[in-house]
């Protein structure tokens, strides 16, 4: 089960871009980076998904380097409507449980004006 | 809107009190998770059902638990509350069992025990 680690928080400002780095050492082979996204009071949703090199969709970024021991989300120009918590989770593809997917404490996000 | 629903979307109760809490999955989704979510704290994995059956457990208490009816929506029960029990509680639904496919995340139910 690969376990994976971000930083606790980050502030930047509007009109930035932001790349939060997930580390996930002992990452699987048949394991995917997926990432989602919290505001306040509402339930996490669905923002990428990658297994190697990047990804882009019209919200983010997601880079995987070659080793996939890392990945970074990118958002580009963020706004203060990004303020959130970005959750990093690694799971497999073949079999498993969703059950082991961990969301932890994720990174918060505060964007500022 | 995610297509996964939740109710009641508040809940104020007391100690030593049962509640249950509903979910109804996306149209087409089998697979139901139950989430709880104190104050400033991660996402922590309850229980799974997939097509009405348990497949994975998480740090569920005794005094919780759940089941998932033949229309696939679900429940979960908690009894014997505690002020600790305070939380949203989320529902999510996924259309099988991979732990790739995408979680569909209800809008949540904020417990609060007095």
């Known amino acids: 089960l690969a376990k994976t680690t971000q930083p606790i928080s980050m502030d930047s400002y509007e009109g930035q871009e932001v790349n939060i780095t997930c580390s996930h050492n002992n990452i699987a082979t048949n394991d995917y980076i997926t990432w989602y996204q919290q505001f306040p009071s509402q339930g996490p949703r669905f923002i990428i998904q990658?297994?190697?090199t990047k990804v882009t969709n019209e919200v983010a970024s997601l880079f995987i380097p070659a080793d996939r021991k890392s990945s970074t989300l990118s958002l580009p120009r963020v706004s203060l409507s990004d303020t959130a918590v970005y959750y990093c989770l690694v799971g497999t593809n073949y079999g498993g449980s969703q059950g082991n997917l961990i969301f932890g404490k994720g990174t918060k996000l505060s964007v500022k004006p | 809107d995610s297509g996964v629903t939740q109710t009641p979307k508040h809940l104020i109760t007391a100690t030593g009190q049962r509640v249950t809490l509903r979910c109804s999955p996306r149209?087409?989704?089998?697979?139901v998770y139950w989430y709880q979510q104190s104050l400033d704290q991660g996402l922590q994995f309850l229980i799974q059902?997939?097509?009405?059956?348990?497949?994975a457990k998480g740090n569920i208490l005794e005094r919780f638990s759940a089941q998932q009816f033949p229309d696939l929506h679900s429940e979960l029960n908690l009894s014997s509350l505690e002020l600790g029990d305070s939380a949203l509680y989320f529902c999510a639904s996924t259309v099988g069992l991979a732990e790739t496919d995408t979680q569909y995340f209800g809008p949540g139910t904020r417990l609060t025990v007095l």
């Open positions: 990658g297994y190697k």
């Open positions: 059902y997939y097509n009405g059956e348990e497949r």
């Open positions: 149209s087409g989704d089998l697979s």
